[in-house]
């Protein structure tokens, strides 16, 4: 079976593209999966892409290419439009709404048309013209799963599968660093100024622990100057970007977010499937999808007084080895239902349902 999935880009560091990335290795174990990314901007995709999926593009947009879009040539649109009524693939699994939107429109009938959905709905109008058209609409988390169904009003199927994570065996933490990490992007959302505060309260009262940064991101200048202003440029450390998160928080003992929405959960899956607990916020579509309330992590309550909250939270797991353990263990479980064969075998259950309505 020919299984297609239509990306914005894999060439970027986002969680969907890594999403993405982990079910495409898994599939092509047993069909041949192409990864279809509307443009390409750099020379390799940041997260490694196993050998045996294609790789290709609509728009090459890499530096190194003279002409992205010489007078005449057809728009990026009109590309991908006419890449889409050419396609052939038994499967079609499309990633952001605007371009589930593109393939409901213009991409064959014959083929079974999935789009993915990580995020809550967009404008509606689009979306209920043309979801119904699709045969069938996926989410990653049971509150995006409610929120399509109440838009779509039983007009195509909502179903609800989990991200996978890389392929095991995963490396895990031995618990023993005195280390607390964090990764994602480094955007307003992800709100690692919250942590950097936090964790003021903690370098203050246990200077022996230390905070890595992993990532990159528009914000990393005001950071560094937070980090400067409060004095801790001997406790928190700028990591840079990394494509093995997995493998650097199985380095720490504690995972922290501070984002004010997970929508996109791939670095605290990724921080379970290291046996590593993780503290964020208890905020609405927040980090709550994916961790258990004092089985495999812990949320604190956002609002007033929230940092020093926070700050507490962090200081009574670093005082505790025993219920970091214990969480840890907790985690390990949750991270279970992530695995790639898990994942990857719920798609090819979807997709067998969808193609007898072909």
Request: glycine share 8%; net charge positive; proline share 7%.
């Amino acid at each position: 079976m020919k299984i297609c999935l239509l990306i914005p880009s894999v060439y970027g560091m986002r969680g969907d593209v890594r999403s993405v990335v982990n079910l495409a290795g898994e599939l092509a174990e047993r069909h041949d999966v192409e990864i279809l990314s509307v443009r390409r901007h750099r020379e390799r995709p940041f997260f490694p892409v196993e050998p045996r999926v294609e790789l290709s593009w609509v728009v090459d947009a890499h530096p190194n290419v003279r002409r992205l879009l010489p007078r005449g040539q057809m728009s990026t649109e009109v590309a991908l439009w006419r890449r889409l009524r050419a396609l052939k693939a038994d499967v079609l699994i499309s990633t952001r709404p605007g371009l589930s939107v593109q393939v409901a429109r213009h991409a064959p009938r014959d083929m079974v048309r999935i789009a993915r959905e990580w995020g809550r709905p967009p404008v509606p109008g689009p979306i209920r013209k043309f979801y119904p058209r699709l045969d069938a609409v996926v989410t990653a988390t049971e509150t995006s799963r409610e929120e399509w169904e109440l838009l779509l009003k039983g007009s195509v199927g909502v179903r609800q599968i989990p991200d996978a994570l890389p392929a095991g065996p995963w490396p895990r933490s031995r618990m023993d660093n005195r280390i607390v990490a964090a990764g994602g992007r480094w955007v307003p959302l992800k709100a690692h100024d919250r942590l950097i505060r936090a964790f003021a309260v903690v370098a203050d009262r246990r200077p022996d622990w230390r905070l890595r940064l992993y990532g990159g991101g528009p914000e990393e200048k005001r950071l560094r100057a937070l980090v400067q202003d409060l004095n801790l440029h001997n406790h928190v450390y700028f990591m840079g970007t990394t494509s093995d998160l997995t493998g650097e928080f199985a380095k720490a003992s504690i995972v922290a977010t501070t984002s004010r929405a997970e929508v996109l959960g791939m670095t605290v899956i990724e921080a379970m499937a290291s046996g590593v607990p993780v503290i964020g916020f208890d905020s609405p579509r927040g980090p709550g999808e994916f961790v258990a309330d004092g089985h495999s992590g812990i949320l604190v309550p956002e609002g007033d007084g929230e940092i020093e909250a926070y700050a507490s939270a962090l200081l009574r797991l670093i005082d505790d080895e025993r219920r970091r353990r214990e969480l840890a263990a907790g985690a390990l479980k949750a991270a279970a239902a992530h695995g790639a064969s898990s994942v990857a075998e719920q798609w090819e259950k979807l997709i067998a349902v969808t193609s007898h309505r072909v």
